[in-house]
């Protein structure tokens, strides 16, 4: 079969598909998927991100290709919706767990630190502050506190954190979470 197919064999594809075909989806994954990749790394700018955009498209595609209407839309642009749909649903996904992950911190930091105005003595409580948070995170486990530290001073997502540092994405996110109940209980001390 050729990579470039014409809107009949798509629309043949689709159908077969739709009565469960394994073997045509396979098929329209051939022919399809390199450009329908292309455009999922134009919208999420990832590469392994727009993999895993591309495998979800095609598990939709699977499940809702009896609902495809060639009178609504040609294929490829039926299927590109598809992958723009799942890619603007990854960079919001993303999106909102850096802001969780950053709510977390911030939160955290919140408690330890005054707030409004500054003086020489809010200077000094802060360099006291300072210093008992750079106690706190001496007391870290090392991957944990590098895992912490990551987070905040790089703004890095739990997945983003998960892929840099080669690690479970549950791993990264108990020891985020561990991480700051420890420094939590342990600024709670020098408070």
């Known amino acids: 079969m050729s990579t470039l197919h014409t809107d009949r064999e798509l629309m043949d594809l689709l159908d077969r598909i739709a009565a469960q075909d394994d073997t045509a989806l396979k098929s329209l994954y051939e022919s399809t998927s390199s450009r329908l990749f292309g455009l999922a790394l134009r919208v999420v700018r990832n590469r392994d991100a727009a993999e895993d955009v591309l495998q979800e498209s095609f598990l939709t595609i699977w499940r809702s290709a009896a609902s495809y209407r060639a009178s609504l839309s040609p294929p490829m642009a039926w299927l590109g919706l598809i992958v723009r749909s799942r890619a603007l649903d990854a960079?919001?996904?993303?999106?909102?767990?850096?802001?969780d992950l950053m709510n977390e911190l911030d939160d955290a930091l919140a408690e330890t630190l005054p707030g409004e105005g500054a003086n020489p003595m809010d200077a000094t409580e802060a360099s006291e502050q300072a210093f008992a948070l750079h106690q706190c995170l001496g007391r870290?486990?090392?991957?944990q506190r590098e895992v912490v530290s990551l987070a905040y001073l790089r703004d890095l997502s739990h997945g983003e954190?998960?892929?840099q540092l080669k690690l479970p994405l549950g791993t990264v996110k108990t020891?985020?979470?561990r991480g700051l109940e420890q420094l939590?209980?342990?600024m709670a001390r020098y408070a």
């Open 175 to 177: 020891w985020i979470r």
């Open 140 to 143: 870290l486990e090392t991957r």
């Open 91 to 99: 960079l919001r996904k993303r999106t909102s767990d850096r802001a």
């Open 161 to 163: 954190l998960a892929e």
């Open 184 to 186: 939590r209980a342990c």
